[in-house]
């Protein structure tokens, strides 16, 4: 397992040094507050027709074609929308009050780059280059007490990287040091109060990973990589000291060709992020009561099909947000239609609400942001995009 970290502009270049060599360096800080915040990041592009489907929109057949999806395969939500069979375990949470998708989000940035895309949904702009931190590091500087963030992965994550403290780990991650290599830094360190003492909550932590059962010794699988990122965030978030803000990334959302319908790539791929939640859910145990759970994507996909069974780049998508102090049980959205009039340049789900309204809704909600702090600190110059309200039940 390897963990890196950055605190403060200082040690950003410390953290690709301690990715290079797999040494626990940094640790969390202290002042974690009762709520915890996780976000998902489902990179490639997740087709959100697919994942919550319009299916009694009366356009949606004839515009999706051969990806329609079966209305009897469909699980129902509401009048007009339903839930991938692949992400049945989720429907409960729906039933409960603890689900609640947002369709129709899209970003202000219009291009269909991966990694622009998800440059701007990370940096929280209008553009790719707009900022060199994160919305969510960001976040991070506004609230009291220094409260510690860490990302499930190989590399810490532009959304969380700034000025405050941040961390990342790969609970799968095979590799270790010589077995005097720790001992050798510890020593390094020992003159250095800070760094000594960050360096040893590291290693506690580390050990709280590895003790999970999330590690492995052989090279994982992407499905086994992600549940074991979900499951080590759950039991991470669940000490009382463990971080208050987890980001997990979910690759391979990329479906271009044989996508399939109520099975196939999409299918295995939404399967793998119930199940993930699911763990997710159960790490956290009694801590789910108040967390958000977050999953976006950097932008949906088209609505017809393309010559190879797939779908491509688009624009408007959908999110799935989660956690035991949201208000679910309900479909957010200002449903744009599906007639080829209302599609967005002929081909894509037309957004409705832009992405950095649904994080300043998560934000506040979640981490008892304030709306001074959106606008002025997290995402300046958004007055004109206002923060959208009751969505959580305090």
Known sequence: MALISSRRRFLAGLAAGAAAAPLPSFAWASGNGPHRFVLVLLRGGLDALAAVPPIDDPHYRDARGTLALAPKAVLPLDNTFGLHPALAPLANWYAEGHLMPVHAVGLSYRGRSHFNAQDALENGTESPSGADSGWLNRALVSMPGEPSATAIGT?????LRGDATASSVDPTRKSRPPEDFVESVLDLYARDPILSDALTQALETRGQV???????RKRASRTERSSAGFKAAGTLMADANGPRIMVVDSAGWDTHARQGTEEGALARLLAGLASGLVELRAGLGDVWASTTVLCISEFGRTVRPNGTGGTDHGTGGVALLAGGNVLGGRVVTDWPGLRPQDLLDG??????????????????????????????????GTAALPRPTGWFRS
């Open 155 to 159: 590399t810490l994550p532009l959304v």
């Open 210 to 216: 590895m003790s999970s059962g999330s590690a492995t």
């Open 347 to 380: 081909r894509d789900l037309r957004p409705t609400l832009a992405a950095r309204q649904l994080f300043k809704a998560a934000l506040h909600g979640g981490l008892d942001i304030s709306d001074n702090a959106l606008e002025q600190v997290v995402f300046p």
